[in-house]
């Protein structure tokens, strides 16, 4: 559009605009990590310039379909779950029992598995060749095919496994939020430094509403809690007091003129 021509010179000719690559902590709900990059630069070139921390569960699409990737994560005695393509090369090792909880929850089944090919073509060699990892197979019935999940979780449940996939949607959700409560559906600028700035700004608005809203003794949801601050932001306080030494005098005058009138 007009006034947005940078997004041309450095994107491909079907896709343009910014991406925004962000780590999410689902339990806190908070951005652990961001980045923006250009439309097409891919998910997985960000995410292997992040920081693995070990004993940290991983939770991504298939944007991050990178089986050396998955391996290094394994190496870190970090956790992923993620999704297989139904074209992965696997050799079954192992089908583990379901309990009635997972069966009933729609896991169909639970295999140790692992990959064919060391070397998968295009010269490239598949390090995780070799490793078992996890194959949990979900039955969708909204679906036309079931999801297969991959993981290198051994000590979770299917059916733990399964609803921590189900929680990726949890920043779906945030850049939602995010879009409805801090206004960044309209950018204000149209440079790419005003664009990057606005995003920015709205996701640290957003780490300080948290903090604010956490250390406040409100019961109200953080929605509400920012309502309120954004009508009462800039309230001036000495308009706050006159407006209640002026009701005070009314009453103070009310109070007399009553009082002559009984006399």
């Not at 990178?66 to 391996?71: A, G, L, M, P, V």
């Not at 394994?74 to 074209?87: I, L, P, W």
């Not at 909880?101 to 060699?125: M, Q, S, T």
């Amino acid at each position: 559009g007009l006034g947005y021509e940078w997004t041309h010179g450095c994107h491909n000719h079907r896709t343009h605009g910014l991406k925004v690559h962000m780590l999410y902590e689902a339990n806190s709900t908070l951005p652990m990590h961001a980045s923006i990059t250009p439309a097409n630069i891919n998910d997985i070139n960000v995410g292997r310039t992040l920081p693995i921390e070990t004993g940290a569960t991983y939770v991504f699409d298939k944007g991050y379909y990178d089986y050396n990737w998955w391996f290094k994560l394994d190496q870190a005695e970090s956790y992923f779950v993620t999704r297989f393509k139904h074209n992965a090369g696997l050799n079954q090792l192992k089908t583990r029992s379901l309990t009635q909880k997972d069966e009933d929850y729609g896991i169909l089944n639970d295999e140790v598995v692992a990959f064919k090919n060391r070397r998968p073509g295009g010269g490239r060699i598949n390090h995780y060749h070799g490793t078992a990892l996890r194959r949990v197979t979900v039955s969708r019935p909204d679906k036309t095919t079931d999801l297969v999940i991959a993981t290198n979780d051994f000590q979770r449940s299917a059916q733990e496994v399964s609803e921590l996939y189900k929680k990726r949607w949890g920043i779906e959700l945030f850049f939602k939020w995010l879009k409805q409560n801090l206004k960044i559906k309209r950018f204000l600028g149209r440079s790419e430094n005003a664009v990057r700035l606005q995003i920015f700004t709205a996701i640290i608005t957003y780490l300080l509403a948290y903090l604010a809203h956490r250390r406040s003794s409100t019961h109200q949801s953080l929605t509400l809690w920012l309502v309120e601050l954004r009508e009462g932001l800039f309230l001036r306080k000495d308009t706050a007091y006159a407006t209640e030494k002026r009701r005070r005098q009314e009453v103070q005058e009310l109070a007399r003129t009553q009082g002559a009138l009984l006399l």
